[in-house]
């Protein structure tokens, strides 16, 4: 019996065939489980887990799930504090334990080396070996290799499923194609519990040993691992264990519905505890809304790490304001200067970037309250109607409509419309854009010029909704929601398709060349 795996593990060599390599696998399995004799037989098998041939690999892959899963099964690995091979030969212990011993040994060889495949440079290899180590981990439930005291763990092989987060959790290598394989255990409530825990230790030791310094790939590994985890919405739902337990399950953790979401929730945190890289804040903030907050105890903790994205500006403020939305909306948060920062979210970027909807969307439910004052409205749609000068027509399409909106819900806005003083004052508008501050720019003491000017645009959708302030506005209010989705293609259609009116270009239809009777060339001229 080698005492090591160091010493008992060799290079595979060459064989003289391509069948070759598996009758002798097959043999030694067969053997290796037909009698103890043979046990010395396991290294030639364990050979091939490191072979150059991934074929080679893959197949002693399988036949290590084989011998293990069968012996766990029959119970031949030691159980308990494992003594090292060394006390083997010194100790004085029967033939049975050593035997056992022996193979307990083997079996953590075993694991080693499919941690280290999963890092194998071959797809197939990965998955062979990732599928195999979860093969293992529901053997070890079902037959332990600890002696149980009925902890809140049960009998649930906590150690091996780290071991396996953490070849996931790759800090150089991108996993989001293996760990899309992985899913499918996720959706086993016991290893998803599991799993959270484990993904928090390794972000924790991984994140502080790194002195906190932003790892792009394996936090974008801890990303992808997160998102393709889904907790129940019901208690009834928590009834798929890899592992049967024998104790009543209202007592374990991972069959508790409450102690799922407190797993999500602080696994969560912990990731975003971190600095993140600079993309990946866009990549959690559109999934924060409906993907997150809905399965967490305690929602109202994600307010640091909204509140940190909401100031960062651009693109990042604007998705964190649906975080912000479900938070002021469902959990009563209370957020100073809201409307402020909201205020500031406006500038020439917002027709333009990809998440325009989705902003005039929730900035349409923000200002939908009739107790807003009328300073803080007025200073929206003046902010609006100035931005409007610069912004494309799909961008005005939408933003006409939201002014009026706005004048509607508040009519002491209604002053912005017409100022009879202002023909008699000078042309210096009094609106000061660059102040952040709503109740300092002078919003109500301007008017909405702006909109008058763009009555002379280019495009006759845009002048037609501009004109909408030389009527009385009707109390019902436009609806937007047809207008966030426009885009450039889509209006472009929409003109082609139209039907434009015949314009006469001559009262006198001519019926041919120089015969009109009311042209000078056809009164003096004639064709013969």
Same mark, same amino acid.
């Given at each position: 019996?080698? #005492?090591?795996?160091?010493?008992?593990?060799?290079?595979?060599?060459?064989?003289?065939?391509?069948?070759?390599?598996?009758?002798?696998?097959?043999?030694?399995?067969?053997?290796?489980?037909?009698?103890?004799?043979?046990?010395?037989?396991?290294?030639?098998?364990?050979?091939?887990?490191?072979?150059?041939?991934?074929?080679?690999?893959?197949?002693?892959?399988?036949?290590?799930?084989?011998?293990?899963?069968?012996?766990?099964?029959?119970?031949?690995?030691?159980?308990?504090?494992?003594?090292?091979?060394?006390?083997?030969?010194?100790?004085?212990?029967?033939?049975?334990?050593? &035997?056992?011993?022996?193979?307990?040994?083997? &079996?953590?060889?075993?694991?080693?080396?499919?941690?280290?495949?999963?890092?194998?440079?071959? !797809?197939?290899?990965?998955?062979?070996?990732?599928?195999?180590?979860?093969?293992?981990?529901?053997?070890?439930?079902?037959? #332990?290799?600890?002696?149980?005291?009925?902890?809140?763990?049960?009998?649930?092989?906590?150690?091996?499923?780290?071991?396996?987060?953490?070849?996931?959790?790759?800090?150089?290598?991108?996993?989001?194609?293996?760990?899309?394989? !992985?899913?499918? !255990?996720?959706?086993?409530?016991?290893?998803? /519990?599991?799993?959270?825990?484990?993904?928090?230790?390794?972000?924790?030791?991984?994140?502080?040993?790194?002195?906190?310094?932003?790892?792009?790939?394996?936090?974008?590994?801890?990303?992808?691992?997160?998102?393709?985890?889904?907790?129940?919405?019901?208690?009834?739902?928590?009834?798929? !264990?890899?592992?049967?337990?024998?104790?009543?399950?209202?007592?374990?953790?991972?069959?508790?519905?409450?102690?799922?979401?407190?797993?999500?929730?602080?696994?969560?945190?912990?990731?975003?505890? /971190?600095?993140?890289?600079?993309?990946?804040?866009?990549?959690?903030?559109?999934?924060?809304?409906?993907?997150?907050?809905?399965?967490?105890?305690?929602?109202?903790?994600?307010?640091?790490?909204?509140?940190?994205?909401?100031?960062?500006?651009?693109?990042?403020?604007?998705?964190?304001?649906?975080?912000?939305?479900?938070?002021?909306?469902?959990?009563?948060?209370?957020?100073?200067?809201?409307?402020?920062?909201?205020?500031?979210?406006?500038?020439?970027?917002?027709?333009?970037?990809?998440?325009?909807?989705?902003?005039?969307?929730?900035?349409?439910?923000?200002?939908?309250?009739?107790?807003?004052?009328?300073?803080?409205?007025?200073?929206?749609?003046?902010?609006?109607?100035?931005?409007?000068?610069?912004? #494309?027509?799909?961008?005005?399409?939408?933003?006409?409509?939201?002014?009026?909106?706005?004048?509607?819900?508040?009519?002491?806005?209604?002053?912005?419309?017409?100022?009879?003083?202002?023909?008699?004052?000078?042309?210096?508008?009094?609106?000061?854009?660059?102040?952040?501050?709503?109740?300092?720019?002078?919003?109500?003491?301007?008017?909405?010029?702006?909109?008058?000017?763009?009555?002379?645009?280019?495009?006759?959708?845009?002048?037609?909704?501009?004109?909408?302030?030389?009527? #009385?506005?009707?109390?019902?209010?436009?609806?937007?929601?047809?207008?966030?989705?426009?885009?450039?293609?889509?209006?472009?259609?929409?003109?082609?398709?139209?039907?434009?009116?015949?314009?006469?270009?001559?009262?006198?239809?001519?019926?041919?060349?120089?015969?009109?009777?009311?042209?000078?060339?056809?009164?003096?001229?004639?064709?013969?």
């Amino acid at each position: 019996m080698a #005492p090591s795996r160091k010493s008992s593990v060799k290079q595979s060599e060459p064989e003289n065939s391509k069948t070759s390599y598996k009758n002798r696998i097959n043999t030694k399995t067969e053997l290796l489980l037909q009698s103890r004799r043979h046990a010395n037989d396991v290294f030639d098998v364990l050979e091939y887990l490191q072979s150059e041939k991934e074929k080679e690999v893959i197949f002693a892959i399988n036949a290590c799930q084989k011998i293990f899963c069968a012996l766990l099964e029959r119970g031949d690995l030691y159980v308990g504090q494992l003594p090292s091979e060394e006390e083997i030969v010194e100790g004085d212990r029967d033939v049975d334990e050593k &035997y056992h011993i022996f193979i307990r040994h083997r &079996y953590n060889n075993c694991v080693e080396l499919l941690l280290d495949n999963i890092g194998h440079e071959v !797809f197939q290899v990965k998955e062979a070996a990732l599928t195999t180590l979860m093969k293992f981990a529901a053997a070890e439930g079902q037959h #332990p290799l600890q002696k149980l005291e009925w902890s809140n763990h049960y009998n649930f092989p906590l150690e091996l499923i780290l071991a396996v987060v953490r070849c996931l959790l790759s800090e150089t290598e991108d996993m989001a194609l293996l760990i899309s394989r !992985f899913q499918e !255990f996720l959706e086993m409530d016991d290893v998803r /519990y599991y799993v959270m825990s484990s993904i928090r230790d390794t972000v924790t030791r991984v994140m502080d040993r790194n002195k906190r310094a932003v790892m792009p790939v394996f936090q974008n590994n801890v990303f992808t691992l997160l998102t393709n985890i889904t907790i129940p919405s019901q208690s009834a739902e928590i009834n798929n !264990f890899l592992i049967k337990q024998e104790g009543k399950y209202e007592d374990w953790k991972a069959a508790k519905l409450k102690e799922q979401k407190r797993a999500f929730e602080q696994t969560w945190l912990t990731f975003l505890k /971190y600095k993140l890289p600079g993309n990946m804040y866009k990549k959690v903030l559109v999934i924060l809304h409906d993907s997150i907050l809905p399965h967490m105890n305690d929602p109202p903790l994600m307010i640091d790490f909204l509140s940190a994205a909401y100031s960062v500006g651009g693109a990042v403020s604007l998705l964190a304001l649906n975080g912000l939305f479900v938070l002021i909306h469902e959990h009563n948060l209370d957020y100073p200067d809201f409307y402020k920062k909201l205020y500031n979210l406006l500038d020439p970027s917002v027709f333009h970037v990809k998440y325009r909807a989705r902003f005039f969307h929730l900035a349409n439910i923000f200002l939908s309250s009739s107790h807003l004052p009328v300073y803080l409205v007025a200073a929206f749609v003046k902010r609006l109607s100035r931005l409007a000068l610069t912004a #494309p027509p799909t961008g005005l399409l939408i933003v006409l409509p939201f002014i009026c909106n706005l004048i509607r819900r508040h009519p002491s806005c209604r002053v912005l419309i017409h100022r009879p003083s202002a023909a008699d004052e000078l042309c210096n508008d009094p609106y000061v854009m660059d102040e952040e501050d709503p109740a300092k720019c002078h919003a109500l003491e301007s008017s909405l010029w702006e909109l008058k000017t763009l009555q002379s645009h280019y495009h006759p959708d845009v002048a037609k909704a501009a004109k909408a302030i030389n009527q #009385p506005l009707p109390v019902l209010e436009d609806d937007i929601s047809e207008l966030l989705e426009l885009t450039t293609f889509e209006l472009m259609e929409r003109d082609l398709k139209s039907q434009g009116q015949a314009v006469p270009l001559e009262f006198d239809p001519a019926s041919g060349l120089l015969k009109s009777p009311k042209e000078v060339l056809g009164v003096h001229f004639s064709l013969e």
